[in-house]
């Protein structure tokens, strides 16, 4: 089955600190895109980064990147220098047969 | 402002109450979608039209009825609904789904409570 795992329920982090929010994904294709979801609390899904898979290169915007090992289906986020406006939930996912599969969240705290 | 709009916000229904959750789309996307969002679970797609056509049904039940007139409108109409589809649900356009690079953008949802 195709899933999507993030082990960290909650994470805390102080301002302008760095965090990684962890995700792995169990799937047997070769082609597929990755991405990283926020929703904060208004509730809309806003979309972080995005992860082509054959593409070596980690992806970053701005403050945010990734850290995407193929081999190990891992794929986490780190977000630096973090901000009050970053707290939120943070959702992995992976497009399989136009379809996205969805990890159930992690809660990201920031601590002023 | 959001190129996803879904209305209401909230909605309180019993369960011998009809409603209809509706969607709005300004992003000129061809595809919508509609998601079930439960506390500390994976989203749950339920349904999935293409240039107004639907095409995926996850085995989702009779008392979920989904309508699409044209690409930019989406609604779920409720009827008969149980206290454990009490929910958050969520509204999604792209510019089509047999794309695996497509960018699905979300509305704010809707807070559903069944009583």
């Known amino acids: 089955a195709q899933t999507v795992t993030q082990s960290q329920p909650e994470m805390s982090v102080q301002e302008a600190e760095t965090v990684t929010l962890s995700c792995t994904y169990d799937t047997s294709e070769s082609d597929y895109y990755l991405f990283w979801y926020k929703q904060p609390p208004s509730r809309q899904m806003i979309l972080v980064i995005r992860q082509e898979a054959y593409k070596q290169q980690n992806a970053t915007e701005n403050r945010f990147s990734v850290n995407f090992q193929k081999a190990a289906k891992s794929f986490s986020l780190k977000i630096s220098d973090s901000q009050l406006g970053d707290a939120a939930m943070y959702f992995c996912?992976?497009?399989?047969?136009?379809?996205?599969?969805w990890g159930a969240g992690t809660k990201l705290i920031i601590k002023p | 402002e959001t190129g996803v709009t879904q209305t209401p916000r909230h909605l309180v229904m019993g369960m011998t109450n009809k409603k209809s959750l509706k969607c709005e789309q300004h992003?000129?996307?061809?595809?919508m979608y509609w998601y079930k969002q439960s506390a500390k679970k994976p989203l749950e797609l339920m349904f999935v039209y293409n240039f107004k056509e639907q095409t995926e049904n996850n085995s989702v039940p009779s008392r979920f009825s989904p309508e699409c007139p044209n690409s930019s409108h989406l609604f779920l109409h409720l009827h008969t609904l149980q206290p454990e589809d009490s929910a958050l649900y969520l509204c999604?356009?792209?510019?089509?789904?047999?794309?695996?690079?497509?960018?699905?953008?979300f509305g704010a949802g809707t807070r559903l409570s069944v009583l």
């Open positions: 999604a356009s792209s510019h089509a789904t047999r794309q695996e690079k497509n960018i699905q953008y």
């Open positions: 996912a992976y497009n399989s047969n136009y379809q996205l599969i």
């Open positions: 992003l000129g996307h061809n595809a």
